[in-house]
């Protein structure tokens, strides 16, 4: 998989002279529009057929991340593809069809990391993309479900659970490959004891390697988008927090980010200083349990041990901290839901400082530890061209030398204000990716400590007066990722579309890239070194 | 007693001539009838000839005419060619039935099985002379006759090119290795009267030892042809392929043997090799034909290939031990000679007996799925339940798992290695362990190809979409395998009956008894004396060796090897107390859940797979990924080349296909024969030159040719 | 490698006491809502409008907390103008209504225990809660209760998630695979009535829509000493707490 040729001329481009070449290119196919996005650059797309070239020119010569793609039924179909630009912040290009168009060119050649947007986009709203030669069978799954569900279309009723589920009887599996002798190993829903969460993979292989790796999730759909539809901004708020409460502070900023972007909302400085340190004590968290899982994978059963028991302490800081082990109800559009006093912010620097102490331990352990670097080093890489192909999110991304931590790219919160590094390493392998953990929860502790350390006194919340239609989106550098909220709201302060673009959802994507060509046994490692969670992509 | 044996196999021949004559005569209908009846009197006969022999009777000779410039024909039975007919005899008896029945639901109402029955017959009877030849005319002329009249049974279903390619092969391969042989035994005959055996055995003293050495050569390998060394025996795996499955549990079962006859005849017991070089080149050839063998049948998918490859393997853990007896008996030590001799004779009775257990069962399988490729089938348990049963004791026997008849010969043929303490020079130590150490690799290996072989053709669920022609076995087929697989249980745990009948043989080829090494009369020796020392006694007491004395008539039930003062008793084995053991465990362990469970009801639900709608065949195991570990680990015996290794994609990223194709030549190939042809193919080029069509320069040709005989016929 | 080993020692044992002696160590749970008396209607009627799942009911002065809808949102608890009190405990685990017979296998199980997790659709923090059974400050091992890797050696099915529908059938086919004696534990608000997802098209509100449950965990997530004592009771080593604050069950 060759990436298309670079450009002639790999010029760096910000918002200006992006929008200007975009202008002289495509000239009046792509317009700038001032719509709904409450500060972000928009631009309409008036012709289909440019979105190819138009995606391709951003992705490649303007070495733009690729957000994701939302989409809208309202009047007309809106069709939004969310953009990065480096250094510049956030680029929506627009596409507006009448509802009757069932079909749009497919950007799946260009964008890689674009395949799966569109896939949910057609099983759930019926939209055609041509030119993507693999669409269907993605959430609602071919062998369960009848086809032309498209749930998230305005007339499917959310609570209409009496229909029948008309299952397909002759369904085979998309084998890819042609080898005498080879056949598709099934593994799970139900794997591991259940100690793994439900994803069903295929792993075509003769034998010894997986040649192939066809995953298949959404076992834990639960349609958050939809049911978030027509509901009021509280509601939302805990599904937000809750779709995947791993990563629960995370996700509920995000949204409250983008609710107060969109109603213009502004959040007292303390309550920004304790949200960074909440982010960051959760991202700590969550890496020490994934360093765990990491350790459980290659049975390395001290470690593992070690490393459960300081992301227990952590889970038990956090309880006393904030009162909830996984740091629910915190969050509020316009602050936070509550205060801290001095002695809890001190005990908890405490906790946290000696879970840097005992990390620095470990990490020290496993270095010597021939046999179970043997088990991560060269196993699972993700080459550098691989990563940017797909675009990989967060720290699996980092491993592969992509500059993708939204806290340095697109700073929120007031990021932008403390000292840190995001580490990057190069090698891709499973062992990067193990010490990109490492690095940045001690990153993550010296942010906590920043924060909390001669924090002003004030208000940890402001009150949002007003509610009108509005549009925003709202961005967070979660554990597993750079994770996207978009929410529309109605007259009525009621959320009219909500739509989350998750890190795991982009990096589930590619982990069959690093599964294959490798063998049968390295694939619970691999998965561990992705720290990945099926409940944030199935949403 | 010497009547007997002749006045029986006298019917023999008149039943067989019988059988001949009317399945001529009388109408296709009654063919398969004829196969089967007289067949199997046939079969009984020589059977009974060959125990009457065995149990103690004495040789059987008889002249014949006599051929002027030759020498008498006659024919003559002794105990090696008794063990070999009564081999013969049984698995005749088997194959007249299920290749009756094969017949029969095969071919219906075709015309060609009168020619099966009339070749059947034929082929019948010149195996029956070839055993009891008692001079080399007799034995070559039989033999000849055996090698044409197998060519056309295996050509029997000659509408394939393929198939008459590879009985093609294997006619020119036999007719080379009747050169060889005749060739050893035109150079025996130099130095003796005649070409009777009993003079080629007196006069072999006076051979030098190159003619020796030519002779074992021309011998092993001429004969090698048939047994499937390597590396003659390239047509074996296409041959047993392309042979119909009524006719290849007797070429694996019979034919094969005939080589192993000869090997042991003319090398073991007519001239016998100078020095230990003939032994260790016969072991080391027989070691390397074991591995080889046995790594392709692993990694093959197609039974029947790997039933042939399979049988290479046994052929040449068979000849490994005619190696060490030979080795045993040049450096004077006639006890572990007769030993390895035993060990070799054991394993080809066991070898014929499940092989061709095998082979039928591998036929019914082909003849009523059309399938033969194990990646293919799966699920079988359910479509042919007793085939299942009978082919798992065939495998069980094939993979030397106790108490089957494969453990017993595989542990002899393993401990004869380990006697190798008693020869002088550590370079043959050293050679001897190595070749111990492939064989024991060959076992382990044979265990892996028989496990996949099985449980990818019965268990699990269908693969391939085929529809068996006919579900379960007939009546015939499973009285033919029942036979056999009862052949091999009782061949298994009745080791210490088999011996002494197999040292009749033995003894005689090297000097010494090995009944009383193996198998000591320990039920009626109550006290010491100078065989059984009391510490001997003991020790075997303590193994349990007495147990069921007042209920077992014979010498005990264990089979054991004697070490020395001190260490009296070095290893023992008895399948028999073995199997009992097993048998009541069984019944305890049935009792024991019976009662536990009385108030159970057992449940019979689908196969956990995840939670997944439904377990598809593309989703279980398949032969190939199962013999992915050997491929891999002998990739520089394998070096397979890859044909295709291409990736399609749509649209830049989605793959479509992924394709991998991989050819292996085989290592035999590759080795001798691709050379050998390449260089033989080269030189014929370059005499083509010679062939322009000129007329002129034909004429020169003549012309100076003539000149050089004339100079020639000057100069001398 | 024998460096792993001595570390290990070292450390020394970390585990809890419990359930011989109670765990009161700060931080492993994070308590729940209790019935809290007010000092009128009108500010009890107050309390239970600030729940967004309807989990507090006001009874007259009294504001009464149902365990089985509640979300731990803690929006009772924290910057509101009349609190709930709130407790420190963890052993919230009881019977599912529906059932009449035991929630505890028989005797032969008391210290064996084998349990199959399946993840229907969670939020990934309940099951990461029972995961942390394993680690050795809970270490459930010591107790006789194992997860299984299959449903056919397992004897509890602990379910946690709201049952998506895709999950629906690897859950139904998980319980026919397991042999008798089972029982079904459903962990989490999310098991128990669907949580925050509710009864939806992909959602079925609880796994007692699909699967008949013996014993209710409540919490969200119901911390790791919580499921334990779930999992002593269906053992047979401890008896459903009574939990007058539920509703429909006090005066």
């Known amino acids: 998989m060759t990436s298309p040729p670079m450009a002639s001329n790999p010029q760096r481009y910000d918002m200006q002279t992006l929008t200007a070449a975009i202008e002289q290119r495509f000239g009046p196919a792509v317009a700038p529009s001032v719509t709904d996005s409450n500060g972000d650059v928009c631009f309409a797309v008036r012709q289909p057929d440019v979105l190819a070239a138009l995606s391709h020119f951003l992705f490649w010569e303007a070495r733009c991340a690729f957000g994701g793609l939302i989409v809208e039924e309202r009047d007309q179909w809106n069709l939004r593809y969310v953009f990065r630009i480096p250094r510049s912040g956030w680029a929506h290009f627009i596409l507006r069809l009448p509802l009757e168009t069932r079909s749009v060119p497919s950007i799946s050649a260009q964008v890689h990391a674009a395949d799966w947007y569109e896939r949910e986009a057609e099983d759930l709203f019926g939209l055609d993309f041509e030119g993507h030669p693999r669409l269907g069978d993605f959430v609602l799954h071919d062998q369960v479900w009848q086809e032309a569900l498209t749930p998230m279309r305005k007339q499917f009723d959310a609570q209409a659970v009496d229909f029948k589920k008309r299952p397909r009887k002759d369904w085979r599996p998309a084998l890819v490959v042609q080898d005498p002798g080879s056949f598709a190993m099934p593994v799970g829903p139900v794997y591991e004891g259940g100690a793994a969460e439900s994803v069903h993979f295929l792993l075509e292989t003769v034998g010894e390697d997986v040649i192939r790796a066809l995953p298949r999730l959404f076992y834990n759909y639960r349609a958050v988008e939809k049911i978030a539809e027509g509901r009021p901004v509280s509601d939302v708020l805990l599904l937000a927090e809750r779709f995947s409460a791993t990563s629960a502070f995370a996700h509920s900023l995000a949204f409250c980010q983008a609710v107060e972007r969109a109603l213009h909302a502004d959040v007292p400085p303390r309550a920004s200083r304790l949200r960074v340190a909440l982010a960051e004590l959760e991202r700590l968290r969550r890496h020490a349990g994934t360093i765990a899982g990491i350790c459980h994978s290659t049975a390395l059963s001290v470690s593992e041990a070690h490393a459960s028991i300081i992301e227990e302490q952590l889970l038990r800081a956090s309880c006393q901290f904030a009162g909830h082990r996984y740091l629910f109800g915190l969050n509020r559009p316009g602050g936070l839901r509550r205060d801290f006093d001095a002695q809890t912010c001190a005990d908890l620097l405490d906790a946290v400082d000696n879970a840097a102490a005992e990390l620095r331990k470990l990490e020290e352990r496993l270095r010597y530890s021939s046999s179970f670097l043997d088990r991560l080093e060269d196993v699972g890489v993700v080459s550098r061209d691989s990563a940017r192909e797909l675009d990989l999110a967060g720290p699996v991304g980092r491993a592969s030398g992509l500059r993708n931590d939204l806290r340095q790219t697109c700073p929120y919160s007031g990021y932008e204000n403390y000292k840190f590094d995001a580490p990057r390493e190069q090698e891709g392998d499973g062992y990067a990716r193990l010490r990109i953990l490492f690095a940045e929860a001690q990153e993550s502790i010296k942010l906590i400590h920043q924060a909390l350390t001669s924090m002003g006194s004030g208000e940890v919340s402001a009150e949002i007066p007003e509610t009108w239609p509005a549009a925003a989106l709202g961005w967070v550098e979660a554990p597993i990722g750079a994770a996207l909220h978009w929410v529309r709201l109605d007259r009525g302060g009621l959320v009219e579309r909500y739509r989350i673009l998750s890190p795991s959802f982009r990096n589930w994507h590619a982990l069959h890239v690093a599964v294959e060509d490798f063998a049968f046994q390295d694939f619970p490692i691999i998965l561990a070194t992705f720290g990945l969670s099926a409940a944030e992509c199935d949403r | 007693m010497e009547l007997w044996i002749g006045s029986v196999l006298l019917a023999f021949f008149i039943v067989c001539a019988a059988g001949l004559i009317l399945s001529s005569l009388l109408r296709e209908s009654h063919d398969t009838a004829i196969i089967a009846w007289f067949g199997s009197v046939c079969s009984i006969l020589i059977m009974a000839a060959a125990a009457v022999r065995l149990a103690g009777g004495q040789d059987f000779s008889l002249d014949l005419w006599v051929l002027n410039g030759f020498g008498p024909l006659s024919l003559h039975v002794d105990a090696l060619s008794a063990v070999f007919l009564f081999v013969a005899g049984l698995v005749y008896l088997s194959c007249c039935i299920f290749g009756s029945d094969y017949l029969l639901h095969r071919f219906g109402g075709r015309d060609s099985i009168r020619r099966y029955a009339v070749l059947h017959f034929a082929l019948m009877a010149s195996v029956v002379i070839i055993l009891i030849a008692g001079d080399a005319l007799t034995f070559l002329l039989s033999w000849e006759f055996m090698s044409i009249v197998s060519f056309f049974l295996v050509n029997y279903e000659h509408e394939q090119q393929e198939d008459a390619n590879a009985a093609f092969i294997m006619l020119a391969m036999s007719e080379a290795g009747f050169l060889a042989v005749v060739l050893a035994f035109l150079i025996a005959g130099t130095a003796a009267s005649g070409f009777s055996f009993a003079a080629l055995r007196a006069s072999a003293g006076h051979l030098s030892p190159a003619g020796a050495w030519g002779i074992f050569l021309l011998g092993l390998l001429g004969f090698g042809v048939k047994a499937g060394l390597v590396p003659v025996n390239f047509w074996l795996p296409r041959t047993y392929t392309a042979t119909p499955p009524a006719f290849i549990p007797i070429l694996a079962g019979v034919t094969l043997n005939l080589g192993i006859y000869g090997i042991l005849r003319l090398n073991g017991d007519l001239i016998p090799s100078p020095g230990i070089g003939p032994g260790l080149f016969a072991l080391i050839l027989g070691s390397i034909t074991a591995l080889v063998g046995i790594l392709y049948a692993t990694t093959e998918n197609d039974l029947k290939k790997m039933l042939a490859h399979s049988s290479i393997e046994n052929a040449g853990i068979i000849i490994a031990a005619v190696g060490a007896f030979l080795v045993f008996r040049s450096s004077n030590n006639p006890v572990p000679a007769a030993i390895a001799l035993t060990a070799a004779l054991y394993h080809m009775v066991n070898h014929s007996v499940y092989k061709a257990l095998l082979f039928q069962g591998a036929g019914h399988i082909e003849g009523s799925t059309g399938v033969r490729d194990m990646d293919r089938l799966g699920g079988l348990i359910r479509v042919f339940p007793t085939l299942s049963v009978v082919f798992l004791v065939g495998s069980l026997a094939i993979a030397a798992i106790p108490p089957f008849n494969g453990f017993v010969s595989e542990w002899l043929t393993l401990q004869t290695f380990l006697r190798s303490a008693v020869l002088p020079s550590p370079l043959v130590k050293i050679v001897f362990a190595l070749c111990g150490a492939t064989l024991a690799l060959t076992a382990a290996l044979a265990v892996t190809c028989f496990l996949k072989s099985y449980a990818m053709s019965f268990l699990g669920i269908r693969r391939g979409d085929w529809t068996p022609d006919y579900v379960g076995l007939a009546r015939k087929a499973k009285l033919s395998m029942s036979l056999l697989a009862a052949a091999c249980l009782l061949l298994g745990i009745l080791p210490t009956y088999v011996i002494p009948a197999l040292d009749r043989a033995a003894e005689p080829l090297a000097g010494a008894s090995a009944t009383a090494a193996l198998v000591p009369p320990f039920f009626t020796a109550t006290q010491s004396n100078q065989q059984l020392p009391a510490a001997f006694l003991q020790d075997f007491h303590n193994l349990g060796a007495q147990t069921g004395a007042g209920l077992i008539p014979g010498r005990g039930m264990v089979v054991l090897l004697r070490g020395s003062e001190q260490n009296p008793v070095v290893f023992a084995m008895s399948p028999f107390y073995a199997a009992a053991a097993l048998l009541v465990l069984l019944a305890l362990t049935w009792i024991i859940v019976k009662r536990l469970t009385r108030q159970r009801s057992l449940v019979l639900s689908e196969t956990w797979a995840g939670g997944i709608p439904r377990l598809l065949p593309e989703m279980t195991y398949t032969a190939t990924g199962f013999s992915n570990p050997v491929r891999v680990v002998f990739q520089a015996v394998f070096r397979p080349n890859i044909i295709e290794d291409t990736r399609e994609t749509v649209a830049v990223h989605f793959r479509t296909a992924i394709r991998r194709r991989r050819e292996e030549i085989h290592l035999v190939d590759r080795l001798f024969f691709q050379p050998i042809g390449g260089a033989v193919s080269g030189l014929a080029a370059l005499l083509a030159r010679m062939h322009h069509g000129r007329l002129n320069a034909y004429v020169g040709y003549v012309v100076s040719f003539l000149v050089l005989v004339l100079l020639l016929y000057r100069l001398s | ?251």
Request: glycine residues 10%; hydrophobic residues 40%.
């Open chain 3, 1 to 251: 490698m024998s460096f792993w080993f001595w570390y290990g020692l070292r450390k020394g044992i970390q585990t809890t006491r419990y359930p011989w002696a109670p765990e009161n160590a700060p931080g492993i749970t994070p308590g729940r809502p209790l019935a809290t008396e007010f000092a009128s209607d009108e500010e009890a009627s107050r309390a239970a409008a600030n729940c967004p799942v309807g989990a507090i009911h006001a009874n007259g002065r009294r504001a009464v907390v149902d365990l089985r809808t509640c979300v731990w949102c803690e929006r009772c608890h924290f910057g509101v103008a009349n609190p709930l009190q709130w407790d420190t405990s963890y052993e919230w685990a009881r019977t599912a209504a529906e059932r009449s017979a035991s929630a505890a296998m028989p005797a032969a199980f008391r210290k064996s225990l084998h349990v199959m997790l399946v993840d229907a659709g969670d939020c990934g923090a309940c099951l990461h809660e029972v995961k942390r059974l394993n680690n050795p400050l809970y270490n459930m091992h010591r107790l006789g209760i194992f997860l299984t890797a299959t449903p056919r050696a397992a004897d509890i099915l602990l379910v946690v998630g709201p049952v998506s529908e895709n999950m629906r059938g690897p859950l139904l086919k998980t319980y026919e695979a397991m042999p008798e004696p089972k029982r079904v534990i459903a962990a989490g608000t999310c098991a128990i009535t669907g949580g925050v997802f509710g009864r939806s098209f992909m959602s079925a509100g609880g796994v007692g829509a699909v699967l008949p449950v013996d014993l209710e965990i409540p919490g969200d997530p119901p911390p790791p000493l919580s499921i334990l004592h779930g999992l002593l009771i269906a053992a047979g080593r401890r008896t459903p707490s009574a939990a007058p604050e539920f509703v429909g069950e006090e005066g």
